[in-house]
């Protein structure tokens, strides 16, 4: 069964950086993208960010390009995203997202972490 | 870039059918895959179709996608209406920025 496990939200104050996790199991974790998405309260999904099975591909959103890095690996299962100079519209459920094979999309999400960016 | 147009919000009654559409703002509807995304209230999304029309195991055959080059438009649609699937939906699709969402339709069930 696949799994995607997400932590390291939590409030942060303006300026501040995080570093969420995502912990995958039940599937060949190195065979796949990733990504996160997130959605700020009562709004829509936004996309984040995504990988590349081997980390030689990797895309940003213009809000977050020069603040956010994706990275994972792939050893451990895991997928990471540092997030620095947090800003108020940052305020987010971050859920990570398996990749779909042959297409740009998700097929397996994880539950979300919270984050929110808070004086 | 382009986007992806839904309504806000569709309504209709158990045991009917019900679709939703997602109209593309430029550029083909069928140059890139459009995959539907469920998210009942309080939980994550799930993937209900992905490349269009394809069901993720364990998606019941209600569920369909489908696209339409002469409105530019991909829909959902579900049949035999179940209370279980009043929810947000979203479309997501792709070109050269990855990963564009439309902005969710409520379907209400009553």
């Known amino acids: 069964e696949v799994q995607l496990v997400e932590s390291g939200g939590g409030l942060v104050k303006p300026g501040g950086s995080l570093r969420l996790s995502c912990a995958a199991s039940?599937?060949?974790?190195?065979?796949?993208?990733m990504n996160w998405v997130r959605q700020a309260p009562g709004k829509g999904l936004e996309w984040v960010s995504s990988?590349?099975?081997?980390?030689?591909?990797?895309y940003y959103a213009d809000s977050v390009k020069g603040r956010f890095t994706i990275s994972r690996d792939n050893a451990k299962n895991s997928l990471y995203l540092q997030m620095n100079s947090l800003r108020a519209e940052d305020t987010a459920v971050y859920y990570c997202?398996?990749?779909?094979?042959?297409?740009?999309?998700?097929?397996?999400w994880g539950q979300g972490t919270l984050v929110t960016v808070s004086s | 870039n382009f986007m992806l147009t839904q309504p806000h919000s569709v309504s209709e009654s158990p045991g009917k059918t019900v679709t939703i559409s997602c109209t593309r703002s430029?550029?083909?509807?069928?140059?890139?895959?459009v995959q539907w995304y469920q998210q009942r209230p309080g939980s994550a999304p799930t993937t209900v179709i992905y490349?269009?029309?394809?069901?993720p195991s364990g998606v019941p055959d209600r569920f369909s996608g489908s696209i339409d080059s002469s409105s530019n438009s991909a829909s959902l649609t579900i049949s035999g209406l179940k209370t279980e699937d009043e929810a947000d939906y979203y479309c997501?699709?792709?070109?050269?920025?990855?990963?564009?969402f439309g902005g969710g339709t409520k379907l209400t069930v009553l």
């Open positions: 997202a398996r990749g779909i094979v042959g297409a740009t999309g998700a097929d397996y």
């Open positions: 039940g599937f060949t974790f190195s065979s796949y993208s």
């Open positions: 990988i590349s099975s081997s980390s030689s591909y990797i």
């Open positions: 430029s550029g083909s509807i069928a140059s890139n895959y």
């Open positions: 490349e269009d029309n394809q069901r």
């Open positions: 997501q699709s792709y070109d050269s920025s990855p990963w564009v």
